[in-house]
């Protein structure tokens, strides 16, 4: 029986593959120093705190660190922090050690430590190793939630520079107050690792070692590639082509493969240099990963045939981190093709594909069929002759875009395809399984199926589960048969055009758009019209042909924009120390040019004929806009690090708005530091005025993965400050991330850059609790809309996680099916009511929207509570609990009722 899920806690990776540790004089990898009193036995000056550790924060964090006797584990370590005051960098209760810790860059290293926590009020404890002379990170930045009881954390990491010990600081801090023990903390080099991508191919009893490799069963098991994409984002996001039966070299089956000038595949993506990319060259190629014998021999084989001569092909394999390929002419008849190759990584997808980049034809088709990647002894050999990676080989298959389905009443559809490749026929016994969100089993059909020799079978089960929405996971297992598990998703989808929810960046591609849209996710942050982009030259007109590419497409699909004009300046107007640049720059093109228009602008006025132009451009279609982005703690927008302050974003604000408000009354303009809630550039915006040139104020959030409880002081502090000071504005939070993967592409494994890492959550059904209770506490606060970042598309077989909502292909995550019921009772009407509830181990936000009241629950504890009158409860995929007397837990219930005026 195959595993169900790539299990995956963050930190923890126990399956990864073993290694061994290295003994200091071992050759094999580069020895750190180690951590000093790492179990805190040592107090030689008996002063009550640990040798060689110490604190670190501001002076307004209370903070004491003592070693202290616990009854299980003897010394250890206790930091408690008794008062916190947020918003400034060194807002931490924090242990660290100086000058005692050195790693060498590319040597992997592992991290253990024991820990345990009480009244934690964030909730996660970070650690990091870094160089304190330059205040940059090596390698090591994590996250962990401990509890009240002992237990071991696990973190492997791979050294990004060379850190001398005696500038290293290894750091561990909570935000808030409680307390944190530790012992044990031991930081080492481990020998032989090696990451692992995932899923992993078998192979073992096979020499083809690509399953459906004839097609037999349909698509499935294969994606699509698009070489010469120039975006990160906006890779080719779903298989391409169609399961043919006209044409075959092998069964009855082949894949289709067309490319035409007329029908352009068009790659957008919104970022600094915008890009509306036309794919010219598509692989396709499997999905997961074979294991290879690093050293050995290989060969990649497939038979093509094309609907005209000389049509280019081109054979791929893709070794971790680099492409090995070639490219053959192709005619009307079949024609194999090789790729032979020698293994330098430990892990391989291939492909053949339709290449016309370098061609001046206009349209190809080609057929893909018999496809083999085979090990051989030698290397002179050749492939050998084809053959299917099983004798009976199965897919499960929808008919539906992304298996996203629609009507919850009617159930879903699923198909279950084998092939038998044998001289005789043959029966398949086994059980078709469905899991629910919480990874119950619900669902379960026995199966026999008759297979006729050498053609495929199929079986269709209709309106499963019919009445029941959410998430699912669909199963077949039968004796030998490799079968990866199917992601299906049944919903109501939410059809109103302006919601509370959207995404920063619009997806590259059109079906992703209209999958959000289901899921209310109908607002859209867009980065293209910048100033530099529009207004080339000082005395040059506007011509906004660059944004028009991204905005438009949609506009024109149901979307609504939030046009972010995200810098200050232009290459020719900004006030700018070329010097400074590029020290901070240092050899990167692409940050020195976004450091120069991040610069404020010698003539304000410029800026808001820009401002202007933009409004006159959009207005029809375009009601909000927002001013820069993260203006002064970090380097897009008037970086403090540079001089800029507050009075200067103020005063671009100001201009902003009046000229904005000139040209459109009803334009929204969308003003603040788009930090968390504790910044205190969001205090001091506040305090110095800066609510009177916006109509809405934005925060933005990548939270600990802590509780979400941890942060409703914050914002309910940021909102009272508000009220306080006025005048009052709703809030749009412009962008938060909150991850996840049950099926990592690899271990260990990370979703992007530091924020978007600490905001990583070790489950999809952690994720999607998460976005339920920051929905709460935040619409608690005043937010009125939600932006996830971000609408991204990562590569075939490659992360995919930073998007939030969707696997390849647009199949779900379990927080794809969370939204959907979020945005089905939380409109752009939605207001707060007050807490709810007595019990304070209970948490309760009660809201009106769409003419209803919903109260959002869950506890800190299991606790009773009762359903209150004229309510009835939902559970997180929006399913109704029959019960009126509930055990409430950490994962949230909504009450549903009618609103009343009383």
């Known amino acids: 029986m195959m595993p169900v899920l790539n299990r995956f806690a963050t930190g923890m990776l126990s399956i990864l593959v073993t290694v061994a540790v290295c003994s200091l004089g071992s050759r094999a990898c580069l020895p750190a120093q180690e951590v000093a009193n790492a ?270 001569s000389e049509t280019p092909v081109i054979l791929l394999v893709r070794q971790e981190i680099r492409n090995v390929q070639r490219t053959y002419r192709v005619g009307e008849q079949w024609m194999r093709v090789s790729l032979p190759f020698v293994a330098e990584q430990s892990f391989a997808y291939c492909g053949v594909g339709l290449d016309l980049q370098q061609s001046q034809v206009a349209e190809a088709t080609i057929w893909i069929d018999a496809v083999q990647f085979e090990r051989i002894e030698d290397a002179n050999a050749g492939p050998t002759d084809y053959h299917p990676s099983q004798d009976l080989e199965s897919t499960l298959t929808t008919d539906q875009l992304g298996n996203i389905f629609l009507d919850p009443d009617h159930g879903f559809d699923v198909t279950l395809r084998v092939f038998n490749n044998a001289a005789e026929p043959r029966t398949v016994e086994g059980s078709l399984r469905v899991l629910d969100y919480r990874d119950q089993s619900i669902w379960e059909n026995a199966v026999r199926l008759d297979v006729p020799k050498q053609a495929t079978a199929e079986r269709r089960f209709s309106q499963v589960l019919p009445g029941r929405q959410g998430f699912f996971r669909v199963i077949w297992e039968s004796q030998g048969i490799y079968q990866p598990p199917l992601r299906i998703a049944n919903i109501n989808p939410v059809n109103e055009q302006d919601t509370a929810f959207g995404m920063n960046h619009a997806f590259p591609w059109q079906f992703l758009l209209d999958l959000s849209h289901h899921a209310g996710l109908r607002w859209w942050r867009d980065w293209s019209c910048q100033w530099r982009l529009v207004q080339q030259r000082e005395d040059g007109p506007f011509d906004f042909a660059i944004p028009d590419e991204q905005i438009q497409r949609v506009i024109l699909s149901g979307g609504n924009l939030l046009v972010l004009l995200p810098f200050p300046s232009t290459e020719w107007s900004a006030i700018v120390d070329q010097e400074r640049v590029a020290r901070e720059a240092g050899s990167s093109n692409y940050l020195q040019r976004r450091l120069i228009v991040a ?225 089905e009772l939380f409109g752009a009407d939605w207001v707060y009511l007050g807490k709810w509830g007595e019990n304070q181990a209970v948490q309760g936000f009660h809201f009106r929207s769409k003419g209803r009241e919903i109260i959002i629950v869950w506890a800190r504890r299991r606790t009773p509570v009762r359903v209150p009158k004229g309510f009835v409860a939902w559970d997180l995929m929006g399913n109704p609990i029959s019960e009126t007397q509930l055990e409430v837990t950490d994962e949230p219930v909504y009450f549903v009722g009618r609103f009343s005026q009383e």
């Open 39 to 308: 179990s805190f036995e040592q107090d030689a000056d008996n002063d009550g705190q640990p040798d060689e550790w110490q604190t670190a924060g501001r002076k307004t964090v209370h903070q004491e660190l003592a070693r202290f006797s616990d009854p299980e584990r003897g010394h250890v370590a206790r930091l408690t922090c008794t008062q916190f005051e947020a918003g400034f960098p060194d807002s931490h209760a924090m242990i660290a050690q100086l000058n005692r810790v050195g790693v060498k860059r590319a040597q992997w290293y592992r991290l253990r430590l024991w820990a345990r926590a009480e009244d934690l009020e964030s909730g996660a404890v970070s650690v990091s190793l870094v160089n304190r002379k330059i205040w940059q990170d090596t390698g090591l930045s994590e996250t962990f939630s401990p509890d009240t009881q002992w237990q071991l954390y696990e973190f492997h990491f791979q050294a990004t520079r060379d850190l001398p010990p005696e500038e290293s600081r290894f750091q561990i801090w909570f935000q808030g107050t409680g307390t944190l023990y530790l012992d044990d903390i031991i930081l080492e080099p481990v020998a032989g690792f090696r990451s692992q991508r995932l899923p992993q191919l078998p192979t073992e009893g096979r020499k083809n070692l690509l399953p459906n490799s004839s097609f037999e069963c349909g698509g499935s098991g294969w994606g699509a590639i698009a070489l010469g994409t120039s975006s990160w984002a906006g890779h080719l996001f779903q298989r391409v082509g169609e399961w043919d039966h006209t044409r075959a070299y092998h069964g009855s089956h082949s894949w289709r493969l067309a490319l035409s000038q007329s029908a352009p595949l068009i790659s957008y993506f919104d970022y600094f240099d915008p890009t509306a990319t036309a794919i010219r060259s598509v692989v396709l190629a499997n999905e997961g990963w074979v294991p290879l014998d690093k050293g050995r021999h290989y060969v990649l084989s497939a038979y093509v045939c094309a609907d005209k």
């Open 599 to 823: 610069q404020k602008p010698k003539d304000l006025a410029q800026f808001g004929r820009y401002v202007r132009a933009t409004v006159q451009h959009y207005h029809e279609s375009v009601k909000a806009i927002e001013i820069l982005n993260e203006p002064l703690y970090t380097s897009y927008a008037l970086p403090n690090a540079f001089g800029w302050d507050i009075a200067d974003y103020l005063a671009i604000l100001k201009v902003a708005y009046e000229s904005a408000k000139a040209v459109d009354p009803e334009c929204l303009v969308v003003g603040g530091i788009a930090a968390p809630p504790e910044s205190q550039w969001v205090k001091r915006f506040i305090e110095q005025g800066g609510l009177q040139w916006c109509d809405v104020m934005n925060l933005h959030l990548y939270p600990h993965r802590g509780n979400p409880d941890a942060y409703e002081s914050s914002f309910q502090a940021c909102y009272q400050l508000m009220q306080e000071r006025g005048p009052v504005r709703p809030i749009w939070v412009t962008e938060i991330g909150c991850y996840a993967d049950d099926d990592p592409p690899a271990l260990p494994f990370t979703v992007g850059d530091q924020a978007m890492n600490r905001s990583l959550r070790p489950t999809e059904l952690r994720a999607a609790v998460d976005l339920v209770k920051f929905a709460a506490v935040m619409g608690a606060a005043g937010v009125k809309k939600i932006f996830y970042h971000a609408g991204t598309c990562g590569p075939l077989n490659e992360n995919t996680a930073g998007n939030i909502f969707f696997e390849y292909g647009g199949t779900p995550r379990k927080m794809y099916a969370a939204q959907v019921v979020l945005s």
